[in-house]
């Protein structure tokens, strides 16, 4: 396995701003002798059996057990909407744990739990998306850039011109809505180009069955057979299974770096003429996200992007790989990870922040299990 180029898929932007955590106001640094003593809490509010969402809970678990730091994680991950997050949160609160992760579901409907735990001198974290509490730290992967990567080389690929189905992700995830505002700000530069059924698109929800039945639907409708490609959030493997198994002949299609899509895109013998692009989109945040909280509870200074949205921002650069160069065809090639679910991201690691493993990722234990 090579797992060099998987390391270095994700570069963090850093810039001037330097943030420590004594001056939060949450917990004291700890001392060698009480390596193993924080507790950290994790919610993951939605996507379970989503591969994504469970590589980055399965992360976090890897990083508090590698870091050889976190006494106790406590992880809530549940299907819930953002009432139900906001009550996960209040948990661990009650629980007495030193730091919150959690992905949000919604960008401000957690704040005024966030702030409840940051009155109590816990610190929260938020990975994969910002929200707009201002004393919540951000670490996500720069999902606007994602959405401008894989729309320029899409219509790039297809001469700036033609109709591109418009498959998106889950309705009113700040991700979604961050990807949404990268494929629109490259589509200005595209006037040829005609995303269907309408510019807002359709969601999936990052659910398999439901991209799948959408798949089966325009295919059925006859809509798919007036398209000139793809864009796709995060349910390429679904998509290309459908449209294999309706005897259609592939368009090109843009998705992330699921193992099984990237797959496809490698297997020209199942899949002939099959034509795309995987942009990386690293699950490996929950990791990142117990490391970060473990750097400020130890009182280190952490270096943040001035140019985000939010402060105290940390925000990890994508890359758009095509399986239609030999130069991107082996970098898919060095993104294998051995006994990696289908459905998981590839970049199981990120270099300067995660210490794991990619055996410890998808083993998926904790400390003390």
Not at 95 to 114: H, R, S, W
Not at 336 to 341: I, N, Y
Request: proline share 5%; glycine share 12%.
């Amino acid at each position: 396995m090579n797992h060099l180029g998987i390391k270095a898929r994700a570069a963090v932007a850093v810039g001037a701003m330097v943030l420590v955590v004594g001056a939060y106001g949450g917990a004291a640094a700890q001392d060698d002798e009480s390596a193993a003593q924080w507790k950290i809490g994790y919610s993951n509010a939605g996507g379970v059996g989503n591969g994504f969402r469970e590589e980055q809970v399965c992360t976090a678990k890897a990083e508090a057990l590698a870091s050889g730091q976190v006494a106790e994680l406590t992880t809530i991950h549940r299907n819930t909407d953002a009432a139900g997050q906001l009550q996960d949160i209040r948990d661990l609160i009650a629980k007495g744990v030193d730091a919150i992760v959690f992905n949000p579901n919604d960008p401000e409907a957690l704040n005024p739990a966030l702030e409840e735990a940051q009155e109590a001198g816990i610190l929260t974290i938020s990975v994969d998306a910002y929200v707009t509490n201002p004393d919540t730290y951000n670490l996500y992967n720069n999902q606007i850039k994602y959405g401008e990567l894989g729309a320029k080389w899409l219509f790039d690929y297809i001469g700036g011109e033609g109709d591109v189905y418009y498959m998106r992700g889950f309705a009113g995830h700040p991700a979604d809505s961050d990807r949404h505002i990268g494929v629109l700000n490259v589509l200005e530069d595209y006037p040829g180009i005609t995303l269907l059924p309408t510019e807002e698109g359709v969601h999936t929800q990052w659910d398999p069955a439901t991209a799948t039945q959408l798949t089966n639907d325009y295919i059925a409708a006859g809509e798919y057979d007036n398209i000139d490609a793809i864009w796709s959030s995060g349910q390429g493997l679904q998509v290309v299974d459908a449209i294999k198994a309706s005897g259609k002949d592939f368009v090109p299609i843009v998705d992330a770096d699921l193992g099984g899509f990237v797959n496809q895109l490698l297997d020209t013998e199942n899949f002939p003429g099959l034509e795309g692009a995987a942009t990386t989109n690293t699950a490996a945040v929950g990791g990142a996200g117990v490391a970060l909280a473990i750097k400020l509870l130890n009182g280190e200074a952490v270096e943040t992007d001035p140019s985000a949205a939010q402060p105290n921002t940390v925000l990890l650069d994508p890359v758009t790989v095509p399986n239609t160069t030999e130069e991107g065809q082996a970098t898919l090639e060095s993104w294998q990870v051995e006994g990696l679910d289908s459905l998981w991201p590839l970049g199981l690691q990120i270099e300067g922040w995660t210490t794991y493993t990619p055996e410890q990722a998808v083993a998926c234990k904790g400390p003390g299990e």
